[in-house]
């Protein structure tokens, strides 16, 4: 196989959050998107990375630059912020994904 048939530009792949205590707060699943590919220095920062305390601020600017709608664009713009246990599920979400 010729390596250019692997680069592809990335598209956006839906990602669902369907924790029990997300269906009983919310009374469904919530979904947000993601590029189904990452450049390698976003990948590199936190893939596979012990996350120590001291990296929590640069690893949610980090998520959240990658929480996105339909159209490919960021969530978290303008001031907008999600509930505490909302961030939490969509940055483990987006950390899962960076290890595939």
């Given at each position: 196989?010729?390596?250019?048939?692997?680069?592809?530009?990335?598209?956006?792949?839906?990602?669902?959050?369907?924790?029990e205590?997300?269906?009983?707060?919310y009374?469904e699943?919530?979904?947000?998107?993601?590029w189904d590919?990452?450049?390698?220095?976003?990948?590199?920062?936190?893939?596979?990375?012990?996350?120590?305390?001291?990296?929590?601020?640069?690893?949610?600017?980090?998520?959240?630059?990658?929480?996105?709608?339909?159209?490919?664009?960021?969530?978290?713009?303008?001031?907008k912020?999600?509930?505490g246990?909302?961030?939490?599920?969509?940055?483990?979400k987006?950390?899962?994904?960076l290890?595939?």
């Amino acid at each position: 196989m010729n390596i250019s048939e692997l680069a592809v530009k990335p598209s956006l792949i839906t990602v669902s959050i369907d924790d029990e205590s997300i269906i009983e707060e919310y009374g469904e699943p919530l979904e947000f998107y993601v590029w189904d590919r990452q450049p390698i220095d976003k990948f590199i920062k936190f893939a596979g990375r012990e996350i120590k305390p001291e990296d929590y601020g640069e690893l949610l600017d980090f998520c959240s630059d990658m929480i996105l709608d339909e159209k490919g664009e960021p969530v978290l713009t303008d001031g907008k912020v999600l509930p505490g246990i909302v961030l939490s599920l969509c940055v483990t979400k987006v950390l899962e994904r960076l290890g595939k």
